[in-house]
T-cell receptor, first 115, second 114 residues
Framework: GAGVSQTPSNKVTEKGKYVELRCDPI?????LYWYRQSLGQGPEFLIY????????DSGLPNDRFFAVRPEGSVSTLKIQRTERGDSAVYLC?????????????FGPGTRLTVL | AQSVTQPDIHITVSEGASLELRCNYS??????LFWYVQSPGQGLQLLLK??????LVQGIKGFEAEFKRSQSSFNLRKPSVHWSDAAEYFC????????????FGKGTRLSVIA
């Protein structure tokens, strides 16, 4: 079946603009995660959804970052007043809760460049 | 706090040679451990995972990893490297309770030479 998909694959914006990044998880996966990967680093956790609610948003760096998952499937990561330091690859992952096996499957990512 | 250390930033091996990528973790309970591979411009692909049971786990593409609790390690190995294995490799740790965020190492970049 289809894997995790993310759109757009690349996004270039100007400092101060608003951006939205979309994630379509694997069908039926109840858990959805957002990570951010800066150049030369491993992915860093941003926020985790179980169903429609954010179970853990402790990784969001500040209140310019917000994410929603209104119907428990597609999620949108929203960044207000973008800064050059927000430039990174934003990765989405999903998982299915089965007897504690929370293996996460990742999408290809959205590369965000803030000029 | 959970953490993962991958001591080698970059490794170069000859095609056909054996490979071992190191991973050490810090975790307060029994961890879930993962190795992912990332090719340039691509997302993360799961190579293998350890949840419980046999400490030697087999993955895709001929990779294996061994969980050593006494050393807090989960090193990745492959007996014979192919040029297509050139990529970035990430070790990650998660909670045994299931769906929790993963903590990743900084990655090891593998180059393969003829």
């Amino acid at each position: 079946g289809a894997g995790v998909s993310q759109t757009p694959s690349n996004k270039v914006t100007e400092k101060g603009k608003y951006v939205e990044l979309r994630c379509d998880p694997i069908s039926g996966h109840t858990a959805l995660y957002w990570y951010r990967q800066s150049l030369g680093q491993g992915p860093e956790f941003l926020i985790y959804f179980q169903g429609t609610g954010a179970a853990d948003d402790s990784g969001l760096p500040n209140d310019r970052f917000f994410a929603v998952r209104p119907e428990g499937s597609v999620s949108t990561l929203k960044i207000q007043r973008t800064e050059r330091g927000d430039s990174a690859v934003y990765l989405c992952a999903s998982s299915l809760v089965i007897a504690g096996d929370g293996t996460q499957y990742f999408g290809p990512g959205t590369r965000l460049t803030v000029l | 706090a959970q953490s993962v250390t991958q001591p080698d930033i970059h490794i170069t091996v000859s095609e056909g040679a054996s490979l071992e990528l190191r991973c050490n973790y810090s975790y307060g309970a029994t961890p879930y451990l993962f190795w992912y591979v990332q090719s340039p411009g691509q997302g993360l692909q799961l190579l293998l995972k350890y949840f419980s049971g046999d400490t030697l786990v087999q993955g895709i593409k001929g990779f294996e990893a061994e969980f050593k609790r006494s050393q807090s390690s989960f090193n990745l190995r492959k007996p014979s490297v192919h040029w297509s294995d050139a990529a970035e490799y990430f070790c990650a740790v998660g909670s045994h309770s299931g769906n929790t965020p993963l903590v990743f190492g900084k990655g090891t970049r593998l180059s393969v030479i003829a």
